[in-house]
């Protein structure tokens, strides 16, 4: 039987176990620094944050994790559900339990207009599913800048400034 159930801290050993051989295989972009992961986990179990941590169980066994957050956006003018981070063990895969996680949590947020994930290239097994599920591929390319990394950039520049603006 599949269960879910949001994070519990008496299973951080095996959520940060299992955050960091997900966070370091080739289902990610790039490996993530193990202080990053465990900020992450911490800041899930925390509730501070709008991010869930969802545990995912085979027969009464911890076997996987996914990673939720939601946000509202302006191009379909509703709230996005954000499939941040799923994780099964190797041994547990194609056991239906990636197709049961996402039913839950698409029955779970009722109210949602999009639900949104990303995937690596190399990750064919898993873009095979997300078709079959009805997901299609949105032709941006995603661009990011890291807080740190700007303010790391500024400061060796000598450019730290205050922003004067009073627009945010």
Partial sequence: MIVFKYFE?????????????????DAVDHPIER?????????????????KGVE???DDKLVGFGVVTTYYTSEVAGTTVQLEDLF????????GIAKAYFKQVMESHPDAVRFRLEVSPSNVKAIKLYDA????RLDYHQMVLNRYTL??????????????????
């Fill in 151 to 168: 303010r790391t950039k500024e400061t060796e520049k000598g450019e730290m400034k205050k922003n004067d603006s009073n627009c945010m």
């Fill in 56 to 58: 995912a169980y085979y």
């Fill in 88 to 95: 099964i063990q190797a041994e547990y895969r194609s056991k």
């Fill in 133 to 136: 599920m009805g997901f299609r």
């Fill in 9 to 25: 801290e008496e299973h951080y050993d095996n959520l940060l176990e299992m955050m960091l051989d997900f966070y370091s295989s």
């Fill in 35 to 51: 202080e990053i992961i465990v900020r992450l986990l911490e800041d899930i179990l925390s509730g501070e944050h709008p991010i």
